[in-house]
């Protein structure tokens, strides 16, 4: 390996540049994610009564349907004589 020599000393103010930004990027991460938190709980809210919603006019169709289903059987097991 090549001999690097001693290392260079970092000026004081470009450590502190360093030290700054990290700090305000993780403040701004943590408000960041704060945000994304509270709306990820009004997307939750919303969905959870669009399933609701859904949910009944599922269950109401799959009634319909085997209300038909039951009449269709009933037809074909008991035909009416003529």
């Known amino acids: ?7 260079v000393r970092v000026s004081p103010l470009i450590k502190f540049g360093r030290w700054s930004l990290l700090v ?3 403040l701004y991460g943590a ?3 704060s945000r994304l938190a509270k709306r990820e709980v009004f997307v939750r809210v919303e ?3 669009k399933k ?3 949910d ?3 269950g109401e169709e799959k009634r319909k349907k085997n209300e038909e289903e039951m ?3 009933d037809r074909i ?3 009416k004589k003529a």
């Open 52 to 54: 609701a919603i859904r």
């Open 47 to 49: 969905d959870a009564k």
């Open 71 to 73: 009449a269709e059987f």
């Open 56 to 58: 009944a006019r599922i």
């Open 77 to 79: 097991a008991n035909p």
């Open 24 to 26: 305000a990027g993780i």
């Open 1 to 7: 390996m090549a001999d690097l020599g001693p290392p």
């Open 31 to 33: 408000g960041h994610q």
